[in-house]
């Protein structure tokens, strides 16, 4: 599974910004895809994440300002965030999760993208 970021840039704060993220490979064997973030000096956290049934879960900090959705006739994740604010300047990396089952088992696999930055900042 390959997957490629885009949307981020500079936007002010109480702006809104969309980022997308396209899946490519098996994405059949994908079971969830989400988007995580990293900012300066911190450590990659989860910002939201979204099963094949349709549940999402968010980070408390961006519940209510931001919706995860995916188009799976595009094989496309997507972050639509609103009121953003300069805390929410971080690189932001598309996540997915693959499961392998086997006679053996099962067998998770996590696929990143490179990332792309948002700057919340005037």
């Known amino acids: 599974v390959q997957l490629v970021e885009s949307g981020g840039g500079l936007v002010q704060p109480g702006g809104s910004l969309s980022l997308s993220c396209a899946a490519s490979?098996?994405?059949?064997?994908?079971?969830?895809m989400g988007w995580y973030r990293q900012a300066p000096g911190k450590e990659r956290e989860l910002v939201a994440t979204?099963?094949?049934?349709?549940?999402?879960n968010y980070a408390g900090s961006v519940r209510d300002r931001f919706t995860v959705s995916r188009d799976y006739s595009q094989n496309t994740l997507y972050l639509s965030m609103n009121s953003l604010k300069p805390e929410d300047t971080a690189v932001y990396y598309c996540?997915?999760?693959?499961?392998?089952?086997?006679?053996?088992?099962?067998?998770?696999?996590?696929?990143w993208g490179k990332g792309t930055l948002v700057t919340v900042s005037s």
């Open positions: 996540h997915a999760h693959v499961e392998v089952v086997t006679i053996e088992g099962t067998t998770g696999f996590d696929y």
């Open positions: 490979g098996r994405v059949a064997d994908i079971n969830s």
């Open positions: 979204i099963t094949n049934s349709g549940y999402t």
